[in-house]
């Protein structure tokens, strides 16, 4: 499976940005689609969104015209874009790879995991 290596989360006020990486070491993403899923303390798991092979993407509701998700095949590398922060998208961060693009939302039957990275939004 491919390993992936999560950057950029960190503190930052309400209103602010910030920009998530997630790297694949050992191998290439391939044609998998690759995502992100948040946990914040005391809440279910929430896919956040996903991005396919070939560029396409979906979101969750709640950060619809605030994320965006980007892919740069050459680099192995996915990025997670947040602008308008809320305190409410204060959780860890998890980059998902797996085989399903449309069914990504339900949560990977089998795909790779990172390690997860913190992202606190302050009032």
């Known amino acids: 499976q491919v390993q992936l290596l999560e950057s950029g989360g960190g503190l930052v006020q309400a209103g602010g940005s910030l920009r998530l990486s997630c790297a694949a070491a050992?191998?290439?993403?391939?044609?998998?689609?690759v995502g992100w899923f948040r946990q914040a303390p005391g809440k279910e798991r929430e896919f956040v969104g996903v991005c396919s092979w070939r560029g396409n993407t979906y979101y969750h509701d709640s950060v619809k015209g605030r994320f965006t998700i980007s892919r740069d095949n050459a680099k192995n590398t996915v990025y997670l874009q947040m602008n308008s922060l809320k305190p409410e998208d204060t959780a860890i961060y998890y980059c998902v790879a797996d085989s399903r693009y449309t069914d990504f939302y339900k949560g990977p039957d089998s795909g790779s995991w990172g390690q997860g990275t913190q992202v606190t939004v302050s009032t």
């Open positions: 050992g191998q290439p993403f391939g044609a998998k689609a």
